[in-house]
């Protein structure tokens, strides 16, 4: 296994305090990352939805890139759309793996 050099010890001990050991608080930084990137996803899909009116499905149902004649930054939402909801998944595929692999573990 990797080890870890002092100077990151430091820092996990900033972020994380008390007496625990270096993999639990490793294993909340972790979660705290993934959650804050799920926040940032979630944040997106919501403004998105709020700005077209619709969720993504229906977004892509109605061909509103073609609808809207494929404006930049219509385009660039949907990219951006797309790469939330993947993200979304994603992070709660990774909390939970995480989850499970701590109470394995």
């Known amino acids: 296994m990797a080890e870890i050099s002092y100077k990151i ?14 993999d639990s608080k ?3 930084i972790l ?4 959650r804050r990137k799920l926040s940032r996803y979630q944040y997106t899909d919501r403004m998105l939805r709020k700005k077209y009116h619709m969720d993504f499905e229906t977004f892509e149902q109605q061909q509103m890139v073609e609808k809207l004649n494929y ?7 949907a990219e951006d759309w797309e790469m939330a909801l993947d993200g979304i998944n994603t992070m709660k595929r990774k909390l939970s793996e995480l989850k499970e692999e ?3 573990g």
């Open 9 to 22: 010890v430091k820092h996990i001990d900033f972020l994380e305090h008390g007496e625990r050991s270096l």
């Open 26 to 28: 490793l294993e909340d």
């Open 31 to 34: 979660n705290n990352e993934y």
């Open 71 to 77: 404006c930049l930054e219509v385009e660039t939402d």
């Open 102 to 104: 701590i109470h394995v």
